[in-house]
T-cell receptor, first 115, second 120 residues
Framework: GNSVTQMEGPVTLSEEAFLTINCTYT??????LFWYVQYPGEGLQLLLK?????DKGSNKGFEATYRKETTSFHLEKGSVQVSDSAVYFC??????????????FGKGTKLSVIP | NAGVTQTPKFQVLKTGQSMTLQCAQD?????MYWYRQDPGMGLRLIYY???????DKGEVPNGYNVSRLNKREFSLRLESAAPSQTSVYFC???????????????????FGPGTRLLVL
């Protein structure tokens, strides 16, 4: 089956530190990959996505590259801010034919950035 | 343009009670979804509706029913609530993309703010 594994949190960083949140996936086809972010008390928001191998998604200083050879989609940011404190979810989506599809989320990684 | 709205924001139920969670979107999206979020479990899909008039089971449909009332609204019903259904429920929507004879949901989903449900 399809699954997403992301590093367990919580992750605590100082402001301006480098961030990496690892995400690997298992899929039977060719999934699209996503990072969603959930700020406290809110719903999920799409942060970035990549739809095919070697694509790089980027937004708000965050980046992730779709690596088919390592089945990974690690999230990175060069210099985090306090406002980046949130829960980050890696997700995959695969079309399974006949109008149906599968959506799978990782368990989420909580990031806390301290001044 | 409010996006995806959910009501209520918070609800407490006793075991065995029923209730309906409401979701509406004003983005003219074809597809709508219900997820539940539990600590350490991420989000799990309960039901989805690829278009008005259709619904399909997701990963964890047991104990729930859904109704796609019209294009805008997608409700989730708990007929007899159980403590295991204590969770945060999120509704989401997305557009459809046409590819071949079957239209399928686009990839980006837009989420509502969530409903926090406590079943005692």
């Amino acid at each position: 089956g399809n699954s997403v594994t992301q590093m367990e949190g919580p992750v605590t960083l100082s402001e301006e530190a480098f961030l990496t949140i690892n995400c690997t996936y298992t899929a039977t086809g060719y999934p699209s990959l996503f990072w969603y972010v959930q700020y406290p008390g809110e719903g999920l928001q799409l942060l970035l996505k990549a739809t095919k191998a070697d694509d790089k998604g980027s937004n708000k200083g965050f980046e992730a590259t779709y690596r088919k050879e390592t089945t990974s989609f690690h999230l990175e940011k060069g210099s985090v801010q306090v406002s980046d404190s949130a829960v980050y979810f890696c997700a995959l989506r695969i079309y399974s034919g006949a109008g149906s599809y599968q959506l799978t989320f990782g368990k989420g990684t909580k990031l806390s950035v301290i001044p | 343009n409010a996006g995806v709205t959910q009501t209520p924001k918070f609800q407490v139920l006793k075991t065995g009670q029923s209730m309906t969670l409401q979701c509406a979107q004003d983005m003219n999206h074809n597809s709508m979804y219900w997820y539940r979020q539990d600590p350490g479990m991420g989000l799990r899909l309960i039901y989805y509706s690829a278009s008005e008039g259709t619904t399909d089971k997701g990963e964890v449909p047991n104990g729930y029913n859904v109704s796609r009332l019209n294009k805008r609204e997608f409700s989730l019903r708990l007929e007899s609530a159980a403590p295991s259904q204590t969770s945060v429920y999120f509704c989401a929507s997305s557009t459809n993309r046409d590819r071949g004879p079957v239209a399928r949901p686009a990839e980006t989903q837009y989420f509502g703010p969530g409903t926090r449900l406590l079943v005692l």
